[in-house]
């Protein structure tokens, strides 16, 4: 169901929304539920921020569980934080209890305290936040785009309705559910349309949060409207521009507002200086540039263009079914390579199986400067590790290093590694690609380093459940259980580069961590 039969929201004071919960819980019978710490046991720390740290928690007389809010009040004090906190509580108690919850809403399950902390118990995304999914797949395909962006349609819309801006959309406070459909979080900045309240504090907290977010990406920056930046007045129609620059996202791989700090990409964001790539499909370039209006009142979603209707009635959302779309099952996130530069786009069903031991033939074990990786290291021991060598392997292993040294120019960047395989290739991220020299060694390892900058950009992690799957002579995807790499080789040489990625994974397999511990080292800023 989308907002078309909830309620109008009304203009709300702060100081009345607990007396008007009461009301509204004791004409439904209910009664306020009253806990504390030790109502819970604290399984889990799912995020940390700089006044609170959430949980997963189980309630002990339910076994229900919950995602636990946990803040500490002297921090809260000292840093001024006070109305932020009470305005993400004052929200989520409206949207629960006020105006009944909703499916796309984290609901507030109850507040307590205690002398140093307080506690907010709300809904327990299961499966994450879509930023996670960007991180892990780069870019989705059109099924889940369109699914997502019309359930943040509705969602935005239920909210308006209900007399709510949010005004910090981004892709980590969009979580998803057991059934994989969004939940809006984090209401720390939002407001109550036409309320009373002051809003230089709001307004700062949201030009301030990007200096702290520990996000993947820069932060709440590149999802900021102008009108937050300056001193206009922020209006409901903020959260479509937001929603703009989500979309933008989920179809290219990255926002629209990209710049070396924050501070650039505040300029880039008022002068409305952005490009589309190569491959941005026509209607869905249609909507963003539509959303995407320096002026809040030509803005697709505002009052004055037609509101949701107008959102909705965009061709690019034909195909939707609204009235359904809560009860429908969300469409599955899968690694996608969007088409662009002349290659088709590539799915995949790939899943890491639970068997993550599969065989390896002696013809697909490459060769390792002329050597076979099984006469280079000892078979028994299956390691790369010196003490285990034949020293006539050991005495030749370091006489091709120290060729290596004095010949290969990326030497510096291995760690002191025999390299097995280099070479260009495109490290594409959705519709963008960045050229990289990438190094496969012994140990095993992967590095990538830019080859104009000679600088160290990252290292794709080895581990058990690593899996390589070719799509054809120049395209070929990385699988970690973390984040799938997309990778084209312009010589044509990508079956080559898997059979030689395999077979080092294969002969180091006893040495090489779990599925837990294979996590990307670089920083995804750097590319």
């Given at each position: 169901?989308c ?19 009461m ?16 109502d ?27 995602a ?25 108690t ?24 307080l506690?907010?118990a ?27 962006s ?12 209900c ?51 520990r ?20 209006g409901?129609?903020?959260d ?7 979309i933008?996202q ?18 880039k ?27 809040p ?5 505002s ?18 079914d ?40 002696d ?22 590790n010196?003490?285990t ?36 290739l ?18 095993p390892?992967i ?14 992690p ?12 120049r ?44 996590l ?8």
């Amino acid at each position: 169901m989308c907002s078309k039969d909830m309620p109008v929201g009304r203009q709300i004071k702060k100081s009345s929304i607990s007396q008007m919960v009461m009301i509204q819980m004791l004409k439904n019978g209910m009664q306020p539920v009253q806990k504390s710490a030790v109502d819970f046991f604290f399984l889990q720390i799912l995020g940390e921020g700089c006044f609170s740290t959430v949980y997963r928690a189980r309630e002990v007389s339910s076994g229900k569980e919950f995602a636990l809010k946990v803040l500490n009040k002297d921090l809260i004090r000292r840093h001024d934080k006070v109305v932020s906190v009470m305005r993400e509580k004052d929200v989520m108690t409206s949207l629960t209890y006020l105006h009944g919850g909703h499916p796309y809403f984290v609901s507030l399950y109850c507040t307590f305290q205690d002398p140093t902390r307080l506690y907010f118990a709300m809904t327990y995304a299961k499966n994450g936040d879509l930023l996670t999914y960007l991180h892990r797949l780069g870019s989705f395909d059109e099924d889940v785009t369109l699914f997502y962006s019309a359930e943040l349609v509705c969602a935005i819309d239920i909210l308006h309705k209900c007399g709510i801006i949010h005004r910090d959309l981004k892709p980590e406070n969009i979580l998803l559910g057991e059934n994989w459909h969004i939940m809006l979080s984090d209401f720390g900045t939002a407001k109550f349309v036409d309320s009373e309240k002051d809003e230089t504090d709001t307004k700062s907290a949201l030009q301030e949060e990007h200096y702290r977010s520990r996000s993947t990406f820069v932060g709440t920056a590149q999802y900021l409207s102008p009108e937050v930046l300056v001193d206009g007045e922020v209006g409901p129609s903020c959260d479509y521009w937001a929603l703009g620059a989500i979309i933008f996202q989920m179809v290219s791989g990255l926002p629209p507002f990209r710049a070396i700090n924050d501070y650039h990409t505040f300029q880039k964001i008022q002068k409305l200086d952005y490009n589309f790539p190569e491959g941005f499909p026509d209607l869905s370039k249609d909507l963003v540039r539509k959303f995407l209006v320096s002026d809040p009142n030509k803005r697709l979603g505002s009052e004055e263009t037609g509101g949701s209707e107008a959102v909705r009635s965009h061709p690019y959302f034909a195909t939707v079914d609204w009235d359904n779309l809560i009860t429908k099952t969300p469409p599955p996130f899968k690694p996608y390579l969007p088409a662009s530069c002349g290659e088709p786009a590539f799915h995949s069903d790939y899943h890491f199986p639970d068997d993550i031991e599969p065989g390896l033939d002696d013809a697909a074990v490459t060769r390792l400067l002329g050597l076979s990786l099984k006469d280079f290291c000892s078979p028994s021991q299956n390691k790369g590790n010196l003490e285990t060598e034949e020293p006539e392997l050991a005495g030749l292993r370091e006489k091709k290093l120290n060729i290596q040294r004095k010949e290969h120019k990326y030497h510096r960047f291995v760690e002191g590694n025999l390299i097995i395989k280099s070479g260009l290739l495109d490290k594409k991220k959705g519709l963008f690609a960045r050229r990289r020299m990438f190094l496969l060694t012994e140990g095993p390892h992967i590095f990538y380093v830019d080859p104009i900058s000679m600088e160290l950009k990252g290292k794709i992690p080895f581990c058990r459940k690593l899996r390589v799957e070719a799509k054809n002579f120049r395209t070929f995807f990385v699988h970690t259980p973390s984040r799938t790499y997309y990778l084209f080789d312009p010589e044509r040489n990508a079956l080559e580069w898997c059979k030689a990625i395999e077979a080092l994974r294969e002969q180091y397999l006893n040495e090489l961590p779990e599925e837990s511990d294979c996590l990307d080292t670089k920083n995804t800023k750097r590319r």
